[in-house]
């Protein structure tokens, strides 16, 4: 296998690990504080995607079922969700957000792009952002293509 490949995988782990734990601990914003990094990895999966069923929430997660169903509870009884019966399926139940779960959604998401911008701005030039949106979007596109086919 070409090293170059075997570099670059560590590499997007190492700032998928350390980038993660970086903004966690660095981002100030209110709901930050108020909502743990997976109930609001949750709200930012159903904004993206639209209504979800819980069991691919856990999926696109990585974790249990029943992991999920806590997660989906808090955020239910704080009224950042509401889950609906689907249409077609009455047995089917879908994860919709609400006006406030999208307002959480809009400040978590200012918060860490004010971080990053904040962080990159003297590191990072213009040319090399464009170079990485290049190389993550045909990336993106190879992964969903692959994803499509299985």
């Known amino acids: 296998m070409d090293k170059r490949l075997i570099e670059a995988v560590e ?3 190492d700032v998928m690990v350390f980038g993660t734990d970086r903004v966690l601990k660095n981002v ?3 709901v930050w504080q108020e909502y743990s990094p997976e109930q609001i990895q949750v709200l930012k999966l159903v904004n993206k995607n639209g209504p979800l069923a819980g069991g691919v929430i856990a999926e696109l997660q990585g974790v249990h079922k029943s992991a999920i169903s806590n997660r989906l509870k808090r955020l239910e009884e704080k009224g950042l969700i509401e ?3 689907a249409e077609g399926d009455q047995r089917s139940k879908l994860v919709c957000l609400t006006d406030d779960g999208k307002r959480v959604v809009t400040e ?3 918060a860490v792009y004010a971080y990053i ?3 990159f701005a ?3 030039k213009d040319e090399e952002l464009d170079q990485f949106l290049t190389m993550f979007r045909k990336i993106r596109s190879i992964l969903k293509l692959e994803g499509e086919k299985g």
């Open 11 to 13: 590499l997007f782990e």
């Open 28 to 30: 100030k914003a209110d």
């Open 83 to 85: 889950i609906v019966k």
């Open 108 to 110: 978590s998401d200012q």
């Open 117 to 119: 911008e904040d962080l």
């Open 122 to 124: 003297d590191h990072v």
